[in-house]
Structure formats: C-alpha cells, structure tokens
C-alpha cells in the first residue's frame, strides 16, 4: 500500500518499519495505526524477510497519539463524543487500534524495537507490543495520560512488569529513562543513544540468520503464556476505561481545558504534580 505516515523497506532478510511523522515526534493519528498492521502484514507475507525492526524518523520513536488534534479542537472529536456517551462504539473504535497495535504482537516474525527520544502514551502502546526493545539510555518512555484521559489499551505494562512496577508507573504517569527501564525489565537494554543503531542492527543481524520457522516457534510459544494468562480479557477492560477515562467527570474538564488554554498547557497542568481538577 502507499504509506503515508510510515517508510517501510527491506534488506538482507529484515524489514524496517520506520514511523515517519518527524514534524510530530511521529504522533499517532487516524492512519497510522492500520498502516503499522499493514507493514507488519507485508513484512509477514514476504517470504525473504526474518526479522522485523520498528524505529521513528526524527527526534523521537513515537510522543503517543496526536492529542492535539483530538483535545485542543472545539467539540466532539475522534475520542470524545457528546453526552451521554455510547461506551461501545467507542469500545469498537478503541479495540480496533489495540488490534492493529497488537499485529506487532502477533507477528510471527520477531519485532526489534529501537527506542530513542520518546515513547509516550500511545507509543509505548506499541513500543511494548513489540518482541524486544532496545532504548536509548537517555530516552523516555511512560504513559502520562494514565494521569487523566487515558489508560493504557494493550495493556503491556503488567506482563512486562509485574504488578507492584506496573502500578508504579500507571500509578503516577512518570516517564522513566533507558537505563531505568532497563533496570525494571520494561525493555531488554539501554545503550548510548551514539550505539544505538548498532546495537540493533547487530541484534537484527544474529535473529537473521535462524530460519523462520524457528523464530516462529520460539515465538508463538512464549506469547502463549502470556495468553494462557488472560492478556486478551485484560485488554479488554483497559480498552473500555480508556473510554470512560475521556467521558467521567476528569476527562471531560481535561478536554474543557485543553479546548480553553490548549493542549500543550493542559499537559503541563496535568503533570505538574498540582492535584487534578475531578470535573
């Protein structure tokens, strides 16, 4: 397909997805979600391809979703509907994006993430569906929408965390860096940002060399644990609090605020550490 937010190519049995919205630290819009499950669906059905490697153009891996298109427009808008609110068709529309961020989960072909700058909120979403991620040590990944006006839909934190570390970062919607992540088992290593495509790329390079479907075995029976211990029913219940985290009395002042004083003054009101206005 023509990608528009997205560069998508292959070489020596890897396929590069590379998010490509630098002007917006490759924030998510309405496209990039079904372009980032159709280069994962590309990359599968190419039968030269071993390994698959996610990166962003620019600055950052991924800032999360492009809130300033949906929170600082007057008004309804993609993730917030007029009251009262109908909870499952913003399920369908939420579930949908889990599932297209999910094909990185569900590809059996292994997924290197190469994380520098940021991956916020909804870019940690697909940073974490991804096999392996390797940051930046001083890059940034969290998820403060958790905060208000978000929860996170994949639900990945947990699986990766545990629950105590889980809580810790949902809890409060602080960023950590690369070497913490790495130190909490969010994410395989954090290396000098100057190392960073090396590091992957010789990572990428050893995955290569295995047959697919080797790698697709190894796979699948690791994920399976991970289904085996409810990962589909937790994202389910994240995918609808998401929905009610932008309809209840908080998401709806936090939508009233960002549209009065903008979105990036919400943010920093938001995560000032100031309490939360309840709405």
Same mark, same amino acid.
């Given at each position: 397909?023509?990608?528009?937010?997205?560069?998508?190519?292959?070489?020596?049995?890897?396929?590069?997805?590379?998010?490509?919205?630098?002007?917006?630290?490759?924030?998510?819009?309405?496209?990039?979600?079904?372009?980032?499950?159709?280069?994962?669906?590309?990359?599968?059905?190419?039968?030269?391809?071993?390994?698959?490697?996610?990166?962003?153009?620019?600055?950052?891996?991924?800032?999360?979703?492009?809130?300033?298109?949906?929170?600082?427009?007057?008004?309804?808008?993609?993730?917030?509907?007029?009251?009262?609110?109908?909870?499952?068709?913003?399920?369908?529309?939420?579930?949908?994006?889990?599932?297209?961020?999910?094909?990185?989960?569900?590809?059996?072909?292994?997924?290197?993430?190469?994380?520098?700058?940021?991956?916020?909120?909804?870019?940690?979403?697909?940073?974490?569906?991804?096999?392996?991620?390797?940051?930046?040590?001083?890059?940034?990944?969290?998820?403060?929408?958790?905060?208000?006006?978000?929860?996170?839909?994949?639900?990945?934190?947990?699986?990766?965390?545990? $629950?105590?570390?889980? /809580?810790?970062? #949902?809890?409060?919607?602080?960023?950590?860096?690369?070497?913490?992540?790495?130190? =909490? %088992? &969010?994410?395989?290593?954090?290396?000098?940002?100057?190392?960073?495509?090396?590091?992957?790329?010789?990572?990428?390079?050893?995955? $290569?060399?295995?047959? /697919?479907?080797? #790698?697709?075995?190894?796979?699948?029976?690791?994920?399976?644990?991970?289904?085996? =211990? %409810? &990962?589909?029913?937790?994202?389910?219940?994240?995918?609808?609090?998401?929905?009610?985290?932008?309809?209840?009395?908080?998401?709806? $002042?936090?939508?009233?605020?960002?549209?009065?004083?903008?979105?990036?003054?919400?943010?920093?009101?938001?995560?000032?550490?100031?309490?939360?206005?309840?709405?």
């Amino acid at each position: 397909m023509d990608y528009t937010t997205l560069i998508y190519e292959t070489e020596d049995r890897i396929a590069r997805i590379t998010l490509n919205r630098p002007e917006r630290l490759n924030a998510i819009n309405n496209e990039m979600p079904e372009e980032i499950a159709a280069a994962i669906a590309e990359a599968g059905a190419d039968d030269a391809v071993h390994v698959i490697v996610l990166a962003g153009a620019g600055r950052a891996f991924c800032a999360g979703y492009d809130l300033k298109l949906f929170a600082e427009a007057k008004g309804p808008q993609t993730f917030s509907q007029e009251m009262p609110w109908d909870p499952m068709k913003d399920y369908a529309m939420m579930a949908r994006n889990t599932e297209y961020f999910m094909s990185i989960w569900r590809s059996h072909k292994p997924v290197i993430c190469k994380v520098h700058g940021y991956a916020g909120s909804g870019g940690s979403d697909i940073a974490l569906c991804s096999d392996i991620i390797i940051m930046a040590d001083d890059a940034k990944i969290g998820y403060p929408p958790v905060r208000v006006w978000g929860c996170p839909t994949t639900a990945m934190w947990v699986y990766r965390l545990g $629950a105590e570390r889980a /809580k810790r970062m #949902l809890l409060t919607g602080d960023y950590v860096d690369g070497v913490e992540a790495a130190r =909490m %088992g &969010l994410v395989l290593k954090a290396v000098p940002a100057s190392q960073l495509d090396d590091e992957v790329e010789a990572l990428a390079q050893r995955m $290569a060399g295995i047959p /697919k479907s080797q #790698l697709m075995m190894q796979k699948l029976m690791i994920n399976q644990a991970l289904d085996n =211990m %409810g &990962l589909q029913s937790t994202q389910m219940i994240a995918t609808l609090f998401d929905g009610i985290t932008r309809h209840s009395p908080p998401g709806i $002042a936090f939508k009233n605020l960002a549209e009065t004083v903008g979105f990036k003054a919400a943010v920093q009101a938001r995560d000032s550490g100031a309490p939360i206005d309840e709405g």
